[in-house]
């Protein structure tokens, strides 16, 4: 089931880059973030009524809390990059970037969690991941931040606060059930979205959101919160080096929707890097099997 449910997150978090990056064009990225951050929490609050998973919160000690507070203000910082890249640059340039927080994750479990079976095989596997990630962004991409900004910067901070959520998730959950903790993290990441908004001074442009962009945010956030129940089940159940991976698969989905809905294409460098990067996902996933 842990496996099915990594498959879901993957599906999910592709939707959610092509519905935010619909719902960007006139919006500020911080109040975007902000009102996909409340669709979130109201679709995890639901859920874990709808699951009766509630009573879980009598289970939930001081550790616990402290690492899913933890793992919220790094999902909230990642977030924030992620999005502010979004509007910046293409889906076809931004995604890659954020998908090497894969790299990271699977080191960082391999430290923490001793996630270290068939280790030479699973650095292979980890090794054409990140060569993936280096030809997916081409050289032309550091021309292109001159020009719009610098995405590539927020890009890599939303991987490194990505990879780092994933460890603390996992220290997070591992007396609660899943449902519970994503929507206790899911609190912390919209306090962190709303103090980004009030600090910035953007509080005037949340009533100036166009309504046409509103529904993409809205439906963003609902396929950020399947995505997000989905992954942190897997992230409980099963093992990190492998959920993670089998996530950022996501960046198939995005792809495949950023030729449809915006007709940004892949050059043959950036399609050999994509398909390292299946290969080496695929790989980690069956030794681990």
Wanted: aromatic share 8%; with cysteine.
């Amino acid at each position: 089931m842990w496996l099915i449910a990594a498959i879901g997150s993957a599906v999910f978090a592709g939707l959610t880059s092509i519905l935010a990056k619909c719902g960007i064009h006139k919006t500020d990225s911080d109040v975007a973030t902000l009102l996909r951050t409340g669709i979130v929490l109201a679709f995890s609050w639901l859920m874990v009524f709808v699951a009766g998973s509630w009573h879980s919160l009598l289970a939930l000690d001081v550790r616990s809390l402290l690492f899913l507070v933890l793992s919220g203000m790094t999902t909230g910082a990642s977030w924030l990059c992620y999005f502010k890249a979004l509007s910046m640059g293409s889906v076809n340039k931004v995604v890659p970037v954020d998908k090497s927080s894969t790299v990271l994750s699977v080191l960082l479990a391999m430290l923490f969690f001793g996630e270290t079976s068939h280790l030479p095989l699973r650095l292979l596997c980890t090794l054409l991941i990140g060569a993936g990630i280096l030809l997916m962004v081409e050289p032309q991409a550091e021309r292109t931040a001159s020009r719009q900004g610098p995405w590539l910067l927020y890009a890599v901070m939303s991987a490194v606060f990505a990879a780092l959520t994933s460890v603390l998730s996992k220290l997070g959950m591992s007396e609660i059930e899943s449902n519970v903790g994503t929507a206790l993290r899911t609190v912390v990441v919209l306090a962190m979205a709303g103090m980004i908004v009030c600090v910035k001074g953007k509080q005037e442009r949340l009533r100036q959101v166009d309504p046409h962009e509103m529904a993409f945010i809205v439906l963003s956030g609902i396929a950020t919160g399947a995505s997000w129940l989905c992954y942190y089940y897997a992230i409980q159940n099963g093992v990190v080096s492998v959920v993670v991976p089998i996530d950022k698969l996501s960046i198939l989905v995005s792809i495949l929707f950023s030729y449809v809905v915006f007709r940004e294409r892949l050059s043959r460098r950036g399609g050999m890097g994509l398909a390292l990067m299946v290969v080496g996902t695929l790989g980690m996933t069956l030794i681990s099997m």
